[in-house]
């Protein structure tokens, strides 16, 4: 019967998550003061009741929470033996660049790759919006 829609705001995102909790109200039909009950999110399992009405009453919480990474690989075609031509012992050489597209800090970032050894083998973090194209570099001499 009832739908609400809120609109995101920066600090929201910052805060990582937003609360909210609704109340319904109804008149006592005999005259009394008027009932109400706060809203339950039925993902909280701790079920708080606070007024000890028996019915459980958590605000639903909405993790705004978005970790995400992009990464790009290029490649650069160095010619060894300077032949002019593509054969075996050249050398392909690769950059990574890792972004954090996300809204949240990144840590502990690596790099790996199933067919080249990436250097360094560290770590490393971002900040929302950065990016980094100078750590990590592999070869790849062709055989």
């Known amino acids: 019967t009832?739908?609400?829609?809120?609109?995101?705001?920066?600090?929201d995102i910052t805060?990582?998550?937003?609360?909210n909790t609704a109340?319904?109200?109804?008149?006592?039909?005999?005259?009394g003061p008027d009932i109400t009950d706060d809203s339950d999110d039925p993902d909280n399992t701790t079920d708080v009741d606070?007024?000890?009405?028996?019915?459980?009453?958590?605000?639903?919480?909405?993790?705004?929470?978005?970790?995400?990474?992009?990464?790009?690989?290029?490649d650069t075609y160095v010619d060894t033996?300077?032949?002019?031509?593509?054969?075996a012992g050249d050398t392909i050489n690769y950059a990574f660049t890792v972004s954090n597209t996300g809204n949240i800090d990144l840590t502990g970032?690596?790099?790996?790759?199933?067919?080249?050894?990436?250097?360094p083998a560290t770590t490393i973090d971002l900040v929302v919006g950065a990016s980094d194209n100078?750590?990590?570099?592999?070869?790849?001499?062709?055989?």
């Open 50 to 74: 606070p007024d000890n009405d028996g019915s459980p009453d958590d605000a639903t919480v909405t993790d705004l929470r978005q970790g995400l990474l992009d990464i790009t690989k290029t």
């Open 109 to 119: 970032i690596s790099v790996t790759d199933a067919l080249v050894t990436v250097t």
């Open 2 to 11: 009832y739908t609400a829609s809120y609109v995101i705001t920066p600090a």
């Open 134 to 143: 100078s750590t990590y570099t592999a070869s790849y001499v062709i055989t």
């Open 23 to 31: 109340v319904a109200t109804a008149t006592d039909p005999l005259g």
């Open 15 to 19: 805060a990582g998550t937003f609360s």
């Open 81 to 87: 033996n300077a032949n002019g031509i593509i054969d």
